[in-house]
């Protein structure tokens, strides 16, 4: 540094000297140096803004790219809804209308019956015409006439005609009689009419029924087909909203397989004893956990075989025969599995209780019992149940998986466009320092050379003058 | 094409199982256990033996091995090594073995030799080497003595640097001589030794145990 110093013996003075060189040579180099000054800051500021740049747009494609997926996805939902309905509209009919011409028949048999009944009862008796007022003036006669002859004659008719009357009125009660009987008869025929038109009503409901749900998801996927930001943003909460119930519902099996792997874990190294490990794992602990993912595996193909998933278009486009086969070799397999998982909890209590009783051994104690036997065994049944019952449970994760790898694709992407936005927003704002510290830098390269340019500019102004 | 690939394949999954493939020593315990048969210490036996069974056995799985060394006049003799087992993977197996091993710690107590001196370094070099031969992750060496070394005429003793590397020391079960309960300052001296001893001899760690009951723990620890 010393040597630095054009007088030795002054060194504030050497500095002076330095400094007042360095101006003048600042002076002169100006503006090359604010072209330096600029140059850097295009090369790092811009380069930020580029970056920024960049990675909004890559947002926005994502954003345009998850918007066309939704739309797509959220599309073939609804037609999938819609298909669906029809194919309960088409069921119905099926199933309804093939009863109809019974129904129609019925209806018909009961109302011919309704009208022979009536016609029957429009068959009435005629009651014998004047033979009232015909007995009347016969009495009357008897009275006012003397011959005995006569007098007995007409009594004879008078009693016929009583006897004829009476004879008539009870006919005619027999008869009113049996109309009534047959208007009685005609009440259950009344009643199955009254059923049978209920029938109807209720299948003609439900049909109804149907059509309005049609006409509801219809006009749901007439607003996604258009597009608008209000169904985006419909979708894309459902989408969410099923991201998280099945990250939450997968979440749950994780934990069920982990502990339906402890269940097996101990009782497999019993089963394959080995020196070896695999990744840190024995291979004891590798088997159990193949146990377990075989199970899932399993899972996944009795739920696409039944048709609750469609993870595997393969699977779904099988013909019903070969699904069928699918259906019960998963079906058995899982039974097997559960089987064998029943068993190994099972001998994995007796472990566990051997080990106990060593240890007790070992520690000096005699082997009398201190477990005793119903508290042993209710542990068995509930290993062994636990073993059981795990396995069918874990098979159920296919349907919560296909929620997950449906829903996931729109919150990775989401995650993704925060991303490469909080990474632009970033960009943008460390950019806008570097300017302003670039500017600072040119404003103090300014006022370093104050003095020369104040000089520089006084030479001029005087040049000017004269 | 398609068989290359397949082939490609296949060699890349046998690959990384290959690479995968580990041998259990790195995740097995290797225990080492030294018993002090000489002077007053050899009336420990039957505390000995049961602090072993009680402590170390139940801490062992399959695949971990122990070790009984007798520290004697000479112990750096292939004679001081009283059992030697190694735990089978089959835990039901490995159960048998155990008992049988607590079998041969009640044959111990009960045996009545003492020796006249003690041979402390002898009996934990022997140790070390039986040790180092397994090549498990983790060797721990159980010293019951009262760690009061009497070496014989002739007998010399010298640890080697790195004699004791990766192995984690535990004294055991110390009792105190007459003079150490007159001086304290003896006996703290003398177990001072013995640490700075073994960790220059390259001990990973040296722990002194008064509490039996403590030694899960210590075991779970160093694990």
Redesign the interface.
């Given at each position: 540094m010393e040597s630095l110093y054009l007088i030795p013996s002054m060194p504030g003075l050497s500095i002076a000297i330095w400094v007042a060189i360095s101006m003048v040579f600042f002076y002169f180099a100006r503006v090359p140096m604010h072209k330096a000054i600029e140059g850097l800051m295009t090369g790092t500021a811009g380069g930020l803004r580029k970056t920024a740049l960049w990675a909004k747009s890559v947002a926005e494609a994502m954003r345009e790219k998850d918007r066309k997926v939704l739309l797509e996805s959220g599309v073939a939902s609804a037609q999938e809804k819609i298909m669906q309905e029809f194919r309960s509209v088409e069921a119905g009919y099926a199933k309804h209308l093939s009863d109809y011409p019974k129904l129609q028949l019925k209806l018909d048999d009961n109302i011919t019956h309704i009208e022979a009944d009536y016609k029957e009862c429009g068959q009435v008796t005629p009651e014998a015409p004047g033979w009232s007022e015909v007995v009347e003036t016969i009495a009357r006669a008897q009275t006012s006439n003397g011959d005995r002859i006569i007098e007995k004659m007409l009594g004879e008719i008078h009693k016929s005609a009583v006897a004829g009357e009476k004879k008539a009125l009870s006919e005619f009660r027999d008869t009113a009689a049996k109309r009534h009987k047959i208007l009685a008869s005609m009440a259950p025929v009344w009643r199955r009419l009254e059923k049978l038109s209920h029938d109807i009503n209720k299948k003609v409901g439900s049909v109804l029924e149907t059509s309005g749900r049609i006409d509801k998801y219809m006009t749901q996927f007439e607003k996604i087909a258009a597009g608008g930001p209000e169904s985006i943003d419909m979708l894309s909460s459902k989408m969410t909203k099923l991201f998280i119930f099945s990250l939450f519902v997968l979440g749950v099996a994780f934990f069920g397989a982990i502990i339906n792997f402890q269940l097996i874990a101990?009782p497999m190294?019993?089963l394959v004893?080995?020196?070896?490990?695999?990744?840190?794992m024995?291979v004891?602990e590798i088997s159990a956990m193949v146990i377990v993912t075989l199970e899932i595996v399993l899972g996944i193909f009795l739920m696409e075989s039944l048709g609750i998933t469609n993870i595997f278009p393969q699977i779904a486009g099988m013909m019903r025969s070969k699904r069928k086969i699918l259906l019960y070799a998963a079906l058995f397999g899982l039974l097997f599995l559960a089987s064998v998982e029943a068993s190994l909890a099972i001998l994995r209590e007796a472990?566990a209780e051997?080990?106990a009783a060593?240890?007790r051994?070992?520690?000096?104690e005699t082997a009398g019992v201190i477990l005793n036997e119903t508290s042993s065994r209710i542990t068995v049944i509930g290993q062994a149940t636990l073993g059981f019952v795990l396995p069918w449970i874990l098979a159920m994760v296919a349907v919560p998986l296909e929620m997950f790898i449906e829903a996931s694709q729109h919150a990775f992407t989401r995650i993704f466009i925060l991303i490469m936005n909080l990474l632009g927003h970033i960009s943008d704002a460390l950019a806008y320092i570097i300017e302003a510290l670039f500017n600072l830098l040119s404003h103090l390269f300014d006022a370093y050379i104050i003095i020369p340019t104040q000089v520089a500019n006084l030479i001029e102004n005087m040049q000017a003058r004269t | 094409m398609k068989a290359m690939t397949k082939y490609l394949l296949i060699s890349i999954v046998f690959g990384f199982a290959a690479a995968g493939c580990t041998d259990n020593d790195a995740y097995e315990t290797a225990y080492c256990t030294l018993a002090d048969v000489s002077g007053t210490y050899a009336q420990e036996k039957d505390s000995v033996a049961r602090i072993i069974k009680a402590g170390i056995l139940p801490e062992m799985i399959p695949g971990d091995s122990i070790f009984l060394i007798t520290i004697d006049s000479n112990s750096y003799s292939e004679e001081n090594l009283q059992k030697k087992l190694v735990l089978d993977y089959q835990p039901s197996e490995s159960n048998a073995q155990k008992l049988a091993f607590s079998s041969t710690l009640d044959e111990f107590a009960a045996n009545l030799t003492e020796s006249r001196h003690t041979d402390i370094s002898g009996a934990m070099m022997l140790c070390s080497d039986y040790l180092k031969e397994t090549r498990a992750g983790t060797q721990v060496m159980f010293i019951f003595s009262d760690m009061q070394e009497d070496l014989p005429k002739g007998v010399v003793r010298k640890f080697n640097e790195g004699e004791f590397s990766g192995i984690d020391i535990a004294a055991m079960n110390i009792i105190k001589l007459s003079a150490d309960s007159s001086n304290p300052d003896v006996y703290r001296g003398r177990l001072k030794d013995w640490e700075a001893n073994s960790i220059k001899a390259g001990a990973k760690s040296w722990t002194t145990m008064m509490d039996p009951s403590k030694i899960q723990e210590f075991i779970q620890k160093i694990k």
């Open positions: 101990l190294s019993e004893p080995a020196g070896t490990r695999i990744g840190g024995m004891s472990l051997a080990d060593l240890d051994s070992l520690a000096g | -």
